[in-house]
Nanobody, 115 residues
Framework: VQLQASGGGLVRAGGSLRLSCVPS????????MGWARQTPGKQRELVAS???????NVADSVKGRFTISRDNTSNTMHLQMNLLKPEDTAVYYC??????????WGRGTLVTVSS
């Protein structure tokens, strides 16, 4: 299984970006999906997740600014990021959890927020 993440880039503080993630194969409809981010020297931080049934969780650090969604028709997960802050700068990784023991990770997309 491969996860293709896209949508990262450079944006000014206060701006918006929309990340997308498309997994290969036919896992999307049954996988719990999510986004995590990581900066050098820090642990990977879970940002948001969305279950295969649609329930969502968002980290307190991004609550009210980031929205996670999934489109089961196009097998795509999105992370809409608004009111971006410099501290949101990180490599963002999408993941797909298909069982208690198996989670796949994408290669990441870089988000840079300038002040």
């Amino acid at each position: 299984v491969q996860l293709q993440a896209s949508g990262g880039g450079l944006v000014r503080a206060g701006g918006s970006l929309r990340l997308s993630c498309v997994p290969s194969g036919s896992i999307f409809s049954t996988a719990d999906m999510g986004w995590a981010r990581q900066t050098p020297g820090k642990q990977r931080e879970l940002v948001a997740s969305i279950a295969h049934g649609g329930s969502t969780n968002v980290a307190d650090s991004v609550k009210g600014r980031f929205t996670i969604s999934r489109d089961n028709t196009s097998n795509t997960m999105h992370l809409q990021m608004n009111l971006l802050k410099p501290e949101d700068t990180a490599v963002y990784y999408c993941n797909a959890k298909i069982s208690r023991y198996t989670t796949y990770w994408g290669r990441g997309t870089l988000v840079t927020v300038s002040s």
